[in-house]
C-alpha cells in the first residue's frame, strides 16, 4: 500500500472525535427492541444521572424503558424532587430472568450497598452492557467490574476512587470512557452526551443528530478538559458563605404540570438545589406524569415558596438550564453561578 493510501486508511480508521464510541447494538432472546434499566436507590439517587438519560432515551422511542429502584416505592432525588419507580429489583428480575441489554447507573448515597451492587455484577454476568453515570462508576467498583478497566467519574471524586479502586485505569480529558460492556461518564451533565451516545449505538447517528437538536446539544462526544472543573479556594468559600447565611436561604417551588419535560425539569432542578442557597421543590396539585408517563410526587402548593419562572414550550432542554443559570447569577451572584456550573461538570459554551 502506498504511504499516502496507509496514512488516508489509519486516519479514517480513527475512532470518532472525542475518542469513544458505544458498539452497535446487537439484538439478543429475539427482542424487537433492546430492553433499558434506568436503577436507584430510593434512599438518595442523583437525579440528573436519573432523570436525564431516562428522557433522552424515552423521546428515542429506540427501546423499551423501564424506571427501577432497588426496592418498588417512591425514590428520593438529591438535590430535589422524588420520582415514582416503576418497579423494584425483584420484581425485574421476575419479569425479565435474562436480564437487561443495558443497564443506566446513577450515583447513589450508598454505593457499596451489597444488594445493589451484587445485583449489578448478576446484570453484567448476564451480558448487560453497563452505563454509570457521574459516580455511579462507585457502585460498578463495588461490585467488581472495574478491575484492569478504563473508567471515569465526577471530579469531586477522583481521589477517592483511586483510593478505592486502584486497579482501574482512571481517565480524565473525557465526558464519558467505554470499555467493552463497562461504560462511565464524567460529572452530572455527560449523563446527557453519553445518552445520545447510547441513542447512536442503538438506531443510528441520523437518530441522534435529530434527538441532539431537538434537546438544544451540538455536540455528543467524548471530547472534555477536565483541568477547568474543581473548586478553587474562592469556590469554597462561596459555598461555605452561602451555607452559613441560613438568614438568605430562599425555598423555591418548580411548577410542574401533565407531560412535563423530565430532561428540562431534571437540569433546572439540579441547578437550583447546588447553590448553597436554596432548597427547590416541585409544586402541583397531586401526582404528576412525566412526557413518558413517569409519576412526579410533588408538594401541594405552599405560601411559603418562591415560584421559579417556567420556560415556554418551545426552549430546549439545555436553553432551560442556561436560564436557569442566568437567574442564579442575578439572584445570588456570579460566584454562586459558577459554582454550580463546576458541581454539574458543564462545559458551558462561550456567552
Not at 429475539?30 to 430492553?35: A, K, Q, S
Not at 482512571?170 to 441513542?199: C, E, H, K, N
Not at 459555598?239 to 438568605?248: D, E, Q, V, Y
Request: charged share 20%.
Amino acid at each position: 500500500m502506498r504511504p499516502a493510501l496507509l496514512t488516508l486508511f489509519l486516519l479514517l480508521s480513527l475512532p470518532t472525535l472525542g475518542g469513544e464510541r458505544l458498539p452497535a447494538y446487537e439484538p439478543r432472546f429475539g427482542r424487537e427492541r433492546p430492553l433499558v434499566a434506568v436503577v436507584g436507590d430510593n434512599r438518595m439517587t442523583e437525579l440528573a444521572d436519573y432523570l436525564v438519560p431516562y428522557g433522552i432515551l424515552s423521546r428515542a422511542d429506540v427501546a423499551d424503558l423501564v424506571a427501577l429502584a432497588r426496592d418498588p416505592g417512591p425514590i428520593e432525588m438529591m438535590p430535589a424532587l422524588r420520582i415514582q419507580a416503576q418497579a423494584g429489583l425483584t420484581e425485574f428480575d421476575r419479569d425479565h430472568p435474562e436480564g437487561a441489554d443495558y443497564l443506566i447507573v446513577p450515583a447513589v448515597h450508598h454505593s457499596d450497598d451489597p444488594r445493589l451492587t451484587t445485583w449489578l455484577a448478576e446484570q453484567a454476568a448476564k451480558g448487560a452492557t453497563l452505563l454509570a453515570i457521574c459516580d455511579g462508576v462507585l457502585l460498578l467498583g463495588h461490585a467488581g467490574l472495574l478491575q484492569g478497566r478504563r473508567a471515569t467519574g465526577h471530579w469531586y471524586s477522583h481521589e477517592e476512587r483511586e483510593e478505592l479502586f486502584p486497579e482501574t485505569d482512571w481517565q480524565t480529558d473525557r465526558r464519558y470512557v467505554v470499555d467493552g460492556r463497562i461504560v462511565s461518564s464524567a460529572g452530572i451533565s455527560a449523563a446527557v452526551p453519553l445518552s445520545l451516545a447510547l441513542v447512536e449505538a442503538i438506531a443510528g447517528t441520523a437518530r441522534a443528530e435529530h434527538l441532539a437538536q431537538e434537546i438544544g446539544v451540538q455536540d455528543w462526544s467524548a471530547r472534555h478538559a477536565s483541568s477547568d472543573f474543581g473548586f478553587s479556594s474562592g469556590d469554597y468559600l462561596t459555598a461555605a458563605g452561602n451555607w452559613l447565611a441560613f438568614w438568605r436561604h430562599q425555598r423555591l417551588g418548580l411548577v410542574v404540570t401533565e407531560g412535563f419535560d423530565e430532561v428540562a425539569l431534571a437540569l433546572r432542578a439540579d441547578a437550583y438545589g447546588r447553590t448553597f442557597r436554596s432548597e427547590v421543590l416541585a409544586v402541583a396539585p397531586g401526582p404528576v406524569r412525566s412526557h413518558a408517563g413517569l409519576l412526579l410526587l410533588p408538594l401541594q402548593p405552599r405560601s411559603d415558596l418562591q415560584l421559579l419562572p417556567a420556560p415556554n414550550e418551545q426552549t430546549t432542554a439545555m436553553a432551560s438550564l442556561e436560564l436557569a443559570l442566568r437567574d442564579i447569577a442575578e439572584r445570588y451572584g456570579a460566584a454562586t453561578e459558577r459554582l454550580v456550573i463546576q458541581q454539574l461538570e458543564y462545559p458551558r459554551a462561550p456567552q
